[in-house]
DNA sequence: CCTAACCTTTAAGCAAGGTTGAAGGTCAAG
DNA sequence: CTTGACCTTCAACCTTGCTTAAAGGTTAGG
C-alpha cells in the first residue's frame, strides 16, 4: 500500500502521515524506487495514535508508549499510561460536575430575585455568586 | 488593583492576564498614570476564563460566550449564555464519561488475557480493542 | 535624590501539531 | 514520448496560547 492509499483509508492526509514518521511515531518500509511500502499494520498504528490523540495523549507520550515495533508495546507502561489518563478524566468530570452545579444554582438563584431589588442590585448580587464558581484546579499535573 | 495583584490572586502571570486582555476577553480600565486597575469582577473573569479552558474550550470559543464587560450582561443575557454554558457543560460530561468507560474497558481486557494466549496474541487483540476507542472528536466547532 | 519594585508597549520566540509549496523523480496509459 | 497522477525531500509557514526581552515610565521608601 502507498502512503495515498493509506491516507485515503485512514482518513489522514498523506502530510500528516509523513509527519508521524518524522516524529517517529510509525516507521515504514521503501520500495527501490524509494516509495514509501505500508502493511495493514500501519492503519492500526494510525488509528492507535488518533485514539490515543482523542484520549488527550500527546504525540511525545504517544511516541513514549509505542516502540516502532507494534507488537513490542510494553503491556505494564501502557496500562501505567491509561490508568492515569482516566485519573486525569475523573478529575476533570469532578471539576465539571461542580462547575455546573454552582452554574445551575446561580440560575435559580438569578430567578429568584427578591421583588424590591432593582436589575442592577441584582446583577451585582449574582457576579458576587459567581466568584465562588471556582472549581478544582490540579489539572495540569 | 494593580495587574500585579491581580496575578497574585489569580495564579496567573500577568503576561497572560494582559494576553487575555490583547484576545478580547476581558477589559480593563487606565488610572491617570496608565496603570490597569482592576475591579474584583476580573477575578471573576479570569476564574471563568481558566475554568473553561479546563473543560475544553478554545479561547475563541469562550470569548463568544463571554462579553468583555462582565457587568454589561444583561439578565437575560446572562441566564441565556449560562444556560448554553450548562449545555455545553453536559455534552461535554457525556464525552468525557463516554471516553473513560472505553478506555477502562480496554484495561480490564488487557488485564484478562486468556492463560493459553501469548504475549504477542493478546497485544493484537488488544489493539484491535483500542481501534474502537474514539470519542471527543467534535469538541471542537 | 536614588533605588527598587512596580507598571507600560512592542516585538520576538517557543512548543505542539500540522499544512503548503517548490523542485523534482516515477509510472501507467494513450 | 508525453501527460497526469502518483511519489520524494526540504524548508517555510500557520494557529494556539502563551512567555520573554528590550526599552522605558511611575512610585514608594530611605
Redesign the interface.
Known sequence: MQIGELATRSGLRASRIRFYEAQGLISVTRRANGYRAYSAEAL?AL??I??AQ???FTLGEIRRLMPGD??G?R?GE??GA??K??DD??A??R???Q??LQ??A??AD??DRPDGMT?EA???R??KQ??S???I?A?DE
Chains 1, 2 share one sequence.
Open positions: 492500526v488509528n492507535i488518533t485514539s482523542d484520549a488527550g507494534l507488537s508495546w503491556e501502557l496500562v491509561l490508568r489518563r482516566v478524566i475523573r476533570i468530570e471539576r465539571l460536575a462547575t455546573r452554574i445551575e446561580l440560575i438569578i430567578g436589575c441584582n446583577t451585582d449574582v457576579l459567581f466568584k464558581v471556582r472549581p484546579e489539572l
